[in-house]
């Protein structure tokens, strides 16, 4: 049986590939400032929610995609937030 033999490649453009491994790096996180942060009231009795689904959502989709305990991921989203300039109250961990 023989073993296999990895693919070698030559790099010919070497501008374009260091570009390349760059943009591997690149992360771009897109809030959209119309998004209803917070939730709508539902008309019912007891108590409202706070935030949107679309909101906790958002905040769950950061904690899987960076592997966060919800206590790191109420911090990470706060700190986007604030870089973004949006004065959105984050939920707290025990809302995620």
Known sequence: ?????PTTYK???WAEYNHS???RGSLLIWFDPEMS???EASGR???QKTYSDA???ACLTLKVLFGLPLRQTTGFVESLLKRVELDWSVPDFSTL
């Not at 049986?1 to 033999?5: A, D, G, H, K, P």
């Open 11 to 13: 790099t010919r453009n």
């Open 55 to 57: 909101a906790i959502q």
């Open 37 to 39: 942060w917070e939730a």
């Open 1 to 5: 049986m023989s073993s296999w033999t």
């Open 21 to 23: 491994l760059k943009q």
């Open 45 to 47: 009795r007891g108590r």
